[in-house]
């Protein structure tokens, strides 16, 4: 549907698997579907354990990985028919892994720069200005290189990178996973912000039900490849008989 | 730089390499002989004040012919670590970046490559073109890519999945600027370990071609080749060996000591 933000339809991937004398295939995703954003942005997070998909799932809908069966579309249009330019200003993805964010070879601004490739200069500059000014940055930061920051302003700046192609959707992927306490307030609030001044929809790949709260309504919640349940805090918390959920709410109310 | 200093034994070793690299940059001005002049009356002179580090069986100065010796060994190996070089980071750029069919074609190649002995490639050439200080640095250059290749090839498959290369990606970066500007960059410190330890490599195998007379030709002069003619005159005449001898030692030992200096240095872990 040419008004949905995100259309998920059957997904299914699978990992070769080396062993001693064969590759095994591994399911990785069993038939994920659901739709985001109908007529409206909408952010909401999808939470599962180590190893159930979720980083998967996030670079099959970030065009960055093949898959064997399913569909992915937004705004009715399947990923696979559109022009890279034109499907970067849909999506960008922010990592969980601040550190390998960044390539410490080049200065802050080459690789802000890199979301420009064939437009003006100037152009340029002014979106980035404007990003760092709504990001909390300061212009400062273009001269320097990756190494010269913290773990959550790396975290920073790839979010303000993540924005400078103005994307319908972000995909966080645990973007506090390796970060202190602090620095996953400050995150948390730059995501608020973008979403209420962007007006752009985020979703927030977590494994901690209480961040998955305070972020969002919606709740998608894997298990295994497979979506377990789907829908606000007090659907999750009606499907105990799933194992997972079960520890979920249970650590939870705690 | 602080690094440097602290490391006695990569100091020493640098140092020695700008001497040989100096001494063969300005080989004429150094050396009191023509290389070639020979005088005869007093050949096989053992080191002395005239000639101090002696003649060789033709009357000629085995200093100035070591001093002219140093830029063969040091041209050599330059355009044999370039040829390797760049053979060995395009083929495991390749490999590694694109996966797949080229991926197992380029290794099984490198595999060949690999198991390929360079005294019997150097052979073929000879078969076919004349001995001499080229077709030694080709065919050094032909056959010691294999394990740079490798290298990269590992080093390019971990760092295409890497998040920065990732995150470019998404911005719609063009293939080629993520190979060179992205990935390339990265691979650098593994890649001029390599060749240091390649500069090495070369000195020594283009020593052992010409001491077995296949690769540079007399009468220039190489480090091998004065060893070679100094093998009929080992009991009368040490140091028509010992001195050539000492010089392929202590260089290849530096490049070494570089090589392994380098990767410490350049080491991630120390890099944060
Ligand atoms: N490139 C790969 N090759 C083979 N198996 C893979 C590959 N990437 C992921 N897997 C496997 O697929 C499964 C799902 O991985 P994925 O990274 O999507 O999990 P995740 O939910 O993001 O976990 P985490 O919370 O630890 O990040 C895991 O069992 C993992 O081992
Ligand atoms: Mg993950």
Known sequence: ?254 | MKKILKNKAALIALIFILFVTAAAVFAPLITPYDPSEQNLPQRLSAPCAQYFLGTDDLGRDVFSRMVFGARISVSVGVFAVLLTVLIGVTIGMTAGYFGGTADAVLMRFTDIVLCFPTFFLILLVIAFFEPGIYSVMIVIGLTSWTGLARIVRAEVLSLREREFVLASRMLAVSRLRLLFVHILPNVISPIIVYAAIGMGGAILTESGLSFLGLGVQPPAPSWGQILMQGKDYIYSAWWLSVFPGIAILLTVLSFNLTGDFLRDILDPKDAN
Request: aromatic share 12%; proline share 2%; with cysteine.
């Open chain 1, 1 to 254: 549907m040419a008004n949905t933000l995100l259309e998920v339809k059957n997904l299914i991937k699978t990992y070769d698997r080396e062993e001693f004398f064969s590759t095994k295939k591994f399911l990785a995703l069993d038939g994920i579907s659901f739709c985001a954003g109908e007529n409206t942005s909408e952010s909401f997070s999808v939470i599962g354990s180590s190893g159930c998909g979720k980083t998967t799932l996030a670079k099959i809908i970030a065009g960055l990985i093949e898959f064997d069966f399913g569909e992915v579309k937004f705004f009715g249009k399947n990923i696979k028919s559109y022009a890279p330019r034109e499907f970067a200003s849909m999506t960008q993805m922010v990592f969980q892994n601040p550190y390998a964010s960044l390539n410490p070879k080049l200065k802050i601004k080459s690789s802000f720069l890199e979301a420009f490739y064939g437009a003006q200069k100037d152009e340029a500059y002014k979106i980035i200005e404007d990003t760092l000014k709504k990001t909390g940055l300061d212009a400062g930061i273009l001269d320097k290189y990756p190494h010269q920051f913290s773990g959550g302003q790396r975290q920073r700046i790839a979010i303000a990178r993540s924005l400078l192609k103005k994307p319908k959707l972000i995909i966080a992927d645990e973007p506090f996973a390796s970060l202190d306490v602090y620095s996953q307030n400050m995150i948390t609030d730059i995501f608020s912000d973008i979403r209420k001044n962007f007006g752009i929809s985020i979703m927030l790949i977590t494994h901690d039900i209480s961040i998955a709260k305070r972020f969002a309504q919606r709740m998608i919640v894997m298990d295994g490849g497979k979506i377990v349940a789907d829908g606000n805090y007090d659907d999750i918390a009606g499907a105990k008989e799933n194992k997972y959920i079960y520890d979920l709410i249970s650590a939870m109310e705690l």
